[in-house]
């Protein structure tokens, strides 16, 4: 039988919470042709391009992904663009349709890193970009394209792309909700009404949520944690005042309704399995833990 990392995470239960990647700035870039293993690496850029943006990204903390709009390859006319800064109730998204791809070398990634106005247009709309990147791995391509499709003949198809590689492959279908940074994993075709309906109105959907990406993994369980006990899917319903890690333990306070709450959270590696699709060994499996009172 052949492998899946997703059907092997579903059957160990592996835990979503606290496994969105730590990132603030991101930039989309449309390409609508193949994205190869490694989408700036591999995909056919213009000369040069995909080596500057993976080292001017990297160089400034920005996430560049490859989108494409769903079922569609682009007419090589231009690229639509986004920056975003995720940062909770300050988050901002920006957007240009550009003439040619080659204009995105004129983007200032240092200032996005920083976050700053790259000086583009202000885009008011969320942007849910779904991880479809079969050949990095097989279960984005498997589990992300049902979504992406489903999302992209309804009421969402114009905040749906499809996206390259966002992390976390065990978890597909993935699902990155901008400017706010919201992962969501093991969503599928009918989770991923729920889940754009809740962006729309401004909520998150508990089920499939991984954590934010401006903070860490330990501080998106603690987040998660209280919004699943509170029952609260307000974007700003919660807050995150401080948090302090000693060892293995991040200390977690949280405020909700007026009220502090303080969590604990311990980081664990359990077992050793394979974590992807394509892995040549097996790796310990990462896990945060809310510690209970005894």
Same mark, same amino acid.
């Given at each position: 039988?052949?492998?899946?990392?997703?059907?092997?995470?579903?059957?160990?239960?592996?835990?979503?919470?606290?496994?969105?990647?730590?990132?603030?700035?991101?930039?989309? /870039?449309?390409?609508?042709?193949?994205?190869?293993? #490694?989408?700036?690496?591999? *995909?056919?850029?213009?000369?040069?391009?995909?080596?500057?943006? +993976?080292?001017?990204?990297?160089?400034?903390?920005?996430?560049?992904?490859?989108?494409?709009?769903?079922?569609?390859?682009? #007419?090589?006319?231009?690229?639509?663009?986004?920056?975003?800064?995720?940062?909770?109730?300050?988050?901002?998204?920006?957007?240009? +349709?550009?003439?040619?791809?080659?204009? /995105?070398?004129?983007?200032?990634? *240092?200032?996005?890193?920083?976050?700053?106005?790259?000086?583009?247009?202000?885009?008011?709309?969320?942007?849910?970009?779904?991880?479809?990147?079969?050949?990095?791995?097989?279960?984005?391509?498997?589990?992300?394209?049902?979504? *992406?499709?489903?999302?992209?003949?309804?009421?969402?198809?114009?905040?749906?792309?499809?996206?390259?590689?966002?992390?976390?492959?065990?978890?597909?279908?993935? /699902?990155?909700?901008?400017?706010?940074?919201?992962?969501?994993?093991?969503? #599928?075709?009918?989770?991923?009404? +729920?889940?754009?309906?809740?962006?729309?109105?401004?909520?998150?959907?508990?089920?499939?949520?991984?954590?934010?990406?401006?903070?860490?993994?330990?501080?998106?369980?603690?987040?998660?944690?209280?919004?699943?006990?509170?029952?609260? !899917?307000?974007?700003?319903? /919660?807050?995150?005042?401080?948090?302090?890690?000693?060892? #293995?333990? !991040?200390?977690?306070?949280?405020?909700?309704?007026?009220?502090?709450?303080?969590?604990?959270?311990?980081?664990?590696?359990?077992?050793?399995?394979?974590?992807?699709?394509?892995?040549?060994?097996?790796?310990?499996?990462?896990?945060?833990?809310?510690?209970?009172?005894?």
């Amino acid at each position: 039988m052949t492998f899946r990392c997703a059907a092997a995470s579903l059957a160990r239960e592996d835990d979503l919470a606290g496994t969105a990647s730590t990132v603030r700035s991101f930039l989309l /870039v449309e390409h609508g042709g193949s994205w190869g293993s #490694d989408a700036l690496r591999d *995909a056919r850029l213009p000369a040069g391009l995909g080596e500057h943006l +993976a080292r001017s990204g990297r160089a400034a903390n920005v996430r560049v992904l490859l989108v494409r709009r769903p079922g569609r390859r682009a #007419d090589g006319t231009g690229a639509r663009v986004f920056a975003a800064r995720a940062a909770g109730p300050d988050s901002w998204l920006e957007t240009a +349709a550009l003439g040619s791809l080659d204009e /995105v070398r004129d983007l200032d990634l *240092a200032a996005l890193g920083a976050g700053r106005s790259v000086g583009l247009a202000r885009h008011d709309e969320p942007v849910i970009a779904v991880c479809t990147h079969g050949r990095h791995d097989a279960c984005c391509a498997e589990r992300g394209r049902p979504v *992406a499709l489903t999302l992209a003949a309804g009421r969402h198809a114009d905040a749906v792309w499809e996206c390259s590689h966002i992390g976390g492959d065990r978890f597909a279908g993935n /699902v990155l909700v901008l400017p706010r940074g919201l992962y969501y994993g093991r969503v #599928d075709p009918d989770s991923a009404l +729920a889940m754009a309906d809740a962006t729309a109105d401004g909520r998150v959907s508990l089920d499939h949520l991984r954590g934010r990406s401006d903070l860490s993994m330990p501080v998106q369980a603690a987040e998660i944690d209280v919004r699943r006990r509170l029952g609260l !899917t307000g974007l700003d319903d /919660v807050r995150v005042s401080s948090a302090r890690t000693e060892g #293995d333990v !991040t200390v977690v306070a949280v405020e909700a309704a007026g009220v502090v709450h303080e969590v604990r959270v311990r980081r664990t590696l359990e077992g050793a399995e394979r974590l992807t699709c394509g892995a040549l060994r097996d790796s310990a499996v990462p896990r945060f833990v809310v510690e209970r009172p005894g």
